[in-house]
Every structure is written in structure tokens, then in C-alpha cells.
Nanobody
Framework: QVQLVESGGGLVQAGGSLRLSCAAS????????MGWFRQAPGKEREFVAA?????????DYANSVKGRFTISRDNAKNTVYLQMNSLKPEDTAVYYC???????????????????WGQGTQVTVYS
């Protein structure tokens, strides 16, 4: 049983920054593979970023956010973050964190690869 609680969403002007947080329950968070997805109105949920459990530098990003967003994790706090810089109106979406409990050699970039999901947090970027 894993519960994910997201926070940090809000309204921000284009070019600004937000940091999303996802706090996870569970006894073995350090072994979780974590990811971020987003879903804009009328669109499919899409991959944003992911990180494996054991190497904070082993990450993957959607091309649309590469160079602007950074996923990181603090295993001591059972928390994964998504730092979003240089935000654009097209980044407006509900952002979801996700967890997969198995050890992985590579980040998981598909929805089907995750076992648990947070409730989502709204990010709105205006120009």
C-alpha cells in the first residue's frame, strides 16, 4: 500500500517557476521508481519526467520539458520533486506523480509502468 500526496501547484506567469512535491508513504521508498505525468484539458495524460530509485542522476524527460524541468528525490523525506522553470502556457495541466515499487535499471516513461498515482495538482501558466 502506497499513498502519494502532491502539492505545490498553482498559478504562475509564463517564464516563472514552480516546484511540485510528492510525498510518499511506505517503508521502502528508497526502492521506488518515481515519475511525473501531466494531463491538459482535452488531451491524453503524458509523460513528463522519471527517476529510478538508486541514482538521482538517472532520469528521463519528455522532449517538451527537457532543459526546463528537473526531477529529483529525497529518499530521507520520502519525497520526489519536480522543479519547473521557464514555464510556458502549454505547460498548463494537472500534474500527477506516480510510483512503481520494483527496482529498475532505467526510468519508466509509460503510464502502464506505474502501480500507484497521486491525486494530481493543478498548474496554470498565464502569459
Amino acid at each position: 500500500q502506497v499513498q502519494l500526496v502532491e502539492s505545490g501547484g498553482g498559478l504562475v506567469q509564463a517564464g516563472g517557476s514552480l516546484r511540485l512535491s510528492c510525498a510518499a508513504s511506505g517503508r521502502t521508498f528508497s526502492s521506488y521508481t518515481m515519475g511525473w505525468f501531466r494531463q491538459a484539458p482535452g488531451k491524453e495524460r503524458e509523460f513528463v519526467a522519471a527517476a529510478i530509485s538508486w541514482n538521482n542522476g538517472n532520469t528521463d524527460y519528455a522532449n517538451s520539458v527537457k532543459g526546463r524541468f528537473t526531477i529529483s528525490r529525497d529518499n530521507a523525506k520520502n519525497t520526489v520533486y519536480l522543479q519547473m522553470n521557464s514555464l510556458k502556457p502549454e505547460d498548463t495541466a494537472v500534474y500527477y506523480c506516480a510510483a512503481e515499487l520494483g527496482l529498475r535499471a532505467r526510468p519508466i516513461t509509460t503510464m502502464e509502468g506505474y502501480d500507484y498515482w497521486g491525486q494530481g495538482t493543478q498548474v496554470t501558466v498565464y502569459s
